[in-house]
């Protein structure tokens, strides 16, 4: 079963433009993780928040997490070409044991 | 080695037969998971290891799937009398603590049951 759930499943933007891509999931959890993965292999992490933070930043990555609507949100600003990739949230099941992933969210950066 | 590595990278197999998968972790980190993804979806869980215990088989879809990590290093994910439903990408991660960290993915093993 998965625990998170990615919309939209599929986003289209141009180079530059901001890309927002959200994350619902079911339970308690102490950390929720989003992924990149490219061509359909190996998963490679972005960024981990924790249930008690609120906003977290790498670079030009941007995740909230709200834990009352258990949801999460990943900005991508000024994208490019190369961000073009699946996109998964990640959360643990409470227990700090099991990592459980969402269908993902397809990105399409054009030039 | 400075990743996850797993072999093969591509496998295919006749329906009925008995495959095994191979991952070998990041050094030192005691947690091992494998993930089946098919076209289109996220990694489904499977199973994960702590040290060389399975500490969760939930997400093995039946009995012909089986996982063992003898020394907490080395995994083997095995699959008897294969199915053309099993056909999917096996993938394979690590992580220095569970859930609360970074996953470390190998680049996964695309196996094909014709």
């Known amino acids: 079963s998965q625990q998170g759930e990615e919309d939209p499943q599929a986003l289209s933007i141009q180079e530059g433009e901001n890309a927002t891509m959200n994350c619902s999931y079911k339970?308690?959890?102490?950390?929720l993780q989003w992924y990149r993965q490219n061509s359909g292999r190996g998963l490679v992490h972005l960024i981990l928040?924790?249930?008690?933070?609120r906003e977290k930043h790498s670079g030009r990555l941007r995740v909230t997490l709200d834990t009352s609507k258990k949801s999460s949100s990943l900005l991508i600003t000024a994208s490019r070409a190369a961000d073009t990739a699946s996109y998964f949230c990640?959360?643990?099941?409470?227990?700090?044991?099991?990592?459980?992933f969402g269908a993902g969210t397809r990105l399409a950066v054009h030039p | 080695g400075a990743g996850v590595s797993q072999t093969p990278s591509n496998k295919v197999t006749e329906k009925g037969k008995y495959v095994e998968l191979r991952c070998d972790p990041i050094?030192?980190?005691?947690?091992l998971y494998w993930y089946r993804q098919s076209l289109g979806q996220g990694p489904e869980f499977l199973i994960y290891?702590?040290?060389?215990?399975?500490?969760?088989d939930s997400g093995l879809p039946n009995d012909r799937f089986f996982a063992v990590r003898p020394e907490g290093s080395v995994s083997t994910l095995k699959i008897q009398r294969t199915e053309r439903g099993d056909s999917a990408v096996y993938l394979c991660?690590?992580?220095?603590?569970?859930?609360?960290?970074?996953?470390?993915f190998g680049q996964g093993t695309r196996l094909t049951v014709v």
């Open positions: 928040i924790r249930s008690n933070e």
């Open positions: 290891f702590q040290g060389t215990g399975a500490a969760d």
């Open positions: 050094s030192g980190h005691t947690a």
């Open positions: 990640a959360t643990d099941d409470g227990g700090y044991n099991k990592l459980i």
């Open positions: 339970t308690s959890i102490n950390n």
């Open positions: 991660a690590s992580s220095l603590g569970g859930g609360s960290t970074e996953a470390f």
